[in-house]
């Protein structure tokens, strides 16, 4: 398989999107998170920018629970489902909620199976989910879920996102940054409604981190992203992304060249 990649020169230059032959058409795009408030916490952002293009999203999320757990008296797939479904209508997606338990949650064949055939049937344009380099375990496997689905029948774009990097998303060097303070309100409600989960301590992690990404790119507030590879045939982003301000050409992946 092989890797397109353009050299652009970066001091605050916005990337151009490549979306196929029709740059008009709507996309569906899947971000595919470990947790409900993965999503939100690293890509509501950019989610909050395609659904106010018209683009469809839907935010998978590979697990809602651990065992028995409970928050406010109630079961806790329950409450963060219901979180979840809420966070969605703010940021303008649709939820799909995967039925296994965080320690349940692993990538072998039997869950590979039902992740891709779960893909296969929505059929996106593009995926995006976390950088596969992360000390949350179900983090992970989800992304090496999402990767294998990839190589397995790919079809669409891929892209990674991160969360609370540093701390979980470790070894991030992203490409391409995504100036979200036209948005960053609809973000921060988005992830208030997972109140299980201490929102306020989630964004301010988040912000810290939207500074330091902005700082990178020029702006004051970014979300940053790692495209694996531009495909022939398949749709890239439709977002004006920005690169990192360094006196030396940052590598990104751009449209396809032509043999």
Not at 22 to 44: T, Y
Not at 48 to 66: K, M, P
Not at 87 to 111: I, N, Q, R, S, W
Not at 133 to 138: F, G, R
Request: hydrophobic letters at 35%; proline letters at 7%; one cysteine or more.
């Amino acid at each position: 398989m092989k890797l397109f990649t353009a050299l652009v020169v970066t001091m605050g230059l916005a990337v151009p999107s490549h979306a196929g032959d029709d740059p008009g058409r709507k996309l569906r795009v899947v971000v595919f998170g470990g947790h409900p408030d993965d999503p939100e916490s690293g890509a509501g952002g950019l989610i909050a920018t395609l659904t106010r293009q018209d683009h469809e999203v839907i935010c998978a999320y590979g697990t809602s629970f651990r065992g028995d757990r409970r928050f406010f008296g109630r079961p806790e797939a329950e409450v963060r489902k219901q979180e979840a479904t809420a966070a969605c209508k703010v940021l303008g997606a649709k939820p799909k909620f995967f039925p296994y338990a965080h320690e349940k949650l692993v990538a072998d064949e039997t869950t590979l199976n039902e992740v891709s055939t779960w893909l296969a049937e929505v059929k996106p344009d593009i995926v995006v989910t976390h950088w596969p380099l992360d000390t949350h375990p179900n983090h992970h496997v989800v992304s090496s879920l999402v990767w294998r689905c990839y190589q397995r029948r790919g079809g669409w774009s891929l892209y990674f996102f991160e969360v609370m990097t540093d701390q979980q998303t470790i070894g991030f060097a992203p490409e391409l940054f995504l100036d979200i303070a036209p948005v960053r309100d609809v973000k921060k409600r988005s992830l208030d409604e997972h109140k299980s989960q201490g929102p306020e301590e989630i964004w301010q992690a988040h912000e810290r981190m939207h500074r330091r990404r902005g700082a990178q790119c020029g702006v004051d507030y970014a979300e940053a992203f790692k495209l694996v590879e531009a495909k022939e045939g398949c749709p890239l982003l439709p977002i004006p992304f920005l690169t990192r301000k360094s006196q030396e050409p940052a590598r990104t992946n751009q449209q396809p060249a032509h043999e």
